[in-house]
């Protein structure tokens, strides 16, 4: 068991700060680098809780074959996973405190939980959510030796958790919630206790014995839900041959200059969503679009979805990268986060609070409602026939304070056909317009985006422009999570 002493360790995946912890960055994070470049004498006392046979010999001229990079590779997985599941697993756990007495919006819909009727459907609701975490020991990442990524893939974790809401949306019923996900949680989110496993785990292996016998209508009914339940997550599975799954998704995000083992904006995540589904052969009737300079060109989501007669619109995501602020959350902005996530066409928000990335699906009060992807699982093989799927749910719904928000954020919806798609434009709007004294968070414009002149002067440099009232500040975000132009 290594033991990293707090002072010593520094996490990070979100925003200004380094990938993994400081102090190892150099061993842990960059695939390319070796051991035999630092001595000992380089590194922390703590680095010495490592075997020499686990750091590899030291010395410069002896070389490594493909097994010996390949060794290296599971250390600095085992390293970053067993770190975040010290740090995250407890945390995981504790169970967030909702009031009674105000209501839970969660991806437009309300819930007032001192009904019991209706705090039993947000809790299936809620564990109905896709869940999309870290995981570890998949197959090695494509120019490199990781197979996990604990520590750097928590932005392209909540990207595939938006993408999944959407999916949902795209495939299920619209009221659709997991068969099994009312057994799996009970009170506020709380956990069954041993013997209440134990007994439900009994009940289960008995209904499976007669499950030859005794079909309920509701079980015939909801198999076709669980086969498309099942293959949605299939495509995120961590394997290369997954369309939506890590492997896929860092391959995508080298033509933006990322790599396994860098951090993902939220902006930069978007894009990368909308190549894999372009891609992806099982998904001809969606698409992606992705706004431009905080506007949704009409014109650009037309062309996108337009098909000949007699052939319907495709059905489209569209994702939304803004900046709300600064250094920090403005918070003139929350009222507005707050409409956004009450309506029905929003699914979510990729965002999180500072170096630490979560994916926003609703509010109570003054606290935002979050699934976290920190939490570092084995991976699951989804060929394997009825494969688990406890791992891809949360049980615990947990909340975090707007003020803690960060100001970079990618924001989605989702519009089955045209019509939708003129009542999503609908009520976004109004949505947008109906904050007093700010500047709409992004517009609806007529036309199409144009392609800025090759040469001109782009956002090289980290700067953010914000219009309050007629100034126009500028404001180095260098610390930051992504560059954006504000108008």
């Not at 490592?50 to 085992?78: F, I, M, T, Y």
């Not at 926003?360 to 093989?381: E, W």
Request: proline fraction near 6%.
């Amino acid at each position: 068991m290594l033991f990293f002493p707090p002072h010593c360790i520094h996490v990070g995946c979100y925003g200004d700060e380094e990938p993994f912890f400081s102090w190892l960055s150099p061993v842990v994070m960059n695939p390319s680098t070796s051991f035999e470049s630092q001595s000992s004498d380089d590194l922390p006392d703590d680095w010495l809780f490592l075997s020499s046979e686990s750091a590899g010999p030291q010395n410069q001229e002896v070389r490594r074959d493909d097994q010996e990079v390949e060794d290296r590779g599971k250390l600095k997985s085992k390293l970053v996973s067993a770190w975040n599941s010290v740090k995250y697993g407890w945390s995981l756990k504790q169970k967030s405190k909702f009031s009674k007495s105000s209501p839970v919006y969660m991806l437009g819909k309300s819930y007032e939980l001192k009904d019991e009727r209706e705090k039993d459907h947000f809790r299936r609701s809620f564990v109905s959510l896709l869940w999309l975490t870290y995981r570890r020991g998949f197959p090695l990442l494509a120019g490199c030796s990781l197979t996990t990524d604990s520590g750097w893939g928590c932005v392209l974790r909540t990207g595939q958790m938006l993408l999944a809401r959407g999916l949902v949306l795209h495939l299920m019923p619209p009221d659709w919630t997991w068969s099994v996900s009312h057994h799996a949680v009970k009170d506020d989110m709380e956990l069954l206790r041993p013997a209440d496993s134990a007994e439900y785990g009994s009940k289960l292996n008995k209904r499976a014995n007669n499950r030859g016998r005794k079909l309920s209508l509701g079980s015939l009914l909801d198999r076709p839900m669980e086969a498309t339940h099942r293959r949605v997550i299939s495509w995120f599975a961590d394997h290369p041959s997954a369309p939506l799954g890590i492997h896929q998704l860092v391959e995508l995000g080298q033509s933006s200059g990322k790599k396994a083992g860098d951090w993902y904006g939220p902006s930069i995540v978007a894009h990368i969503l909308r190549k894999a589904v372009a891609a992806s052969a099982d998904l001809p009737s969606l698409v992606v679009y992705v706004a431009q300079d905080c506007t949704i060109y009409l014109k650009d989501v037309r062309s996108l979805c337009e098909r000949p007669s007699p052939q319907p619109w495709k059905s489209v995501i569209i994702l939304v990268p803004v900046r709300l602020g600064g250094h920090d959350l403005n918070p003139s902005y929350i009222s507005c986060v707050k409409r956004l996530l009450m309506l029905q066409c929003c699914i979510g928000i990729i965002g999180g609070k500072p170096k630490h990335s979560l994916f926003f699906v609703g509010f109570q009060d003054d606290h935002l409602l979050y699934l976290d992807p920190h939490y570092c699982q084995p991976t699951v093989d989804t060929t394997k026939k009825n494969f688990p799927l406890e791992s891809f749910h949360c049980k615990y719904a947990r909340k975090m304070p707007f003020s803690r928000m960060d100001p970079s954020c990618t924001i989605g919806f989702y519009a089955k056909g045209q019509r939708e798609f003129e009542s999503l434009r609908t009520a976004v709007h109004e949505a947008l317009t109906t904050s007093a004294g700010t500047y709409p968070m992004f517009i609806f414009s007529e036309g199409e985006h144009q392609e800025e002149v090759a040469g001109s002067s782009s956002t090289t440099n980290n700067i953010t422009y914000i219009r309050r009232k007629n100034e126009l500040k500028r404001i180095d975000t260098d610390n930051s999570m992504d560059e954006f132009v504000l108008l």
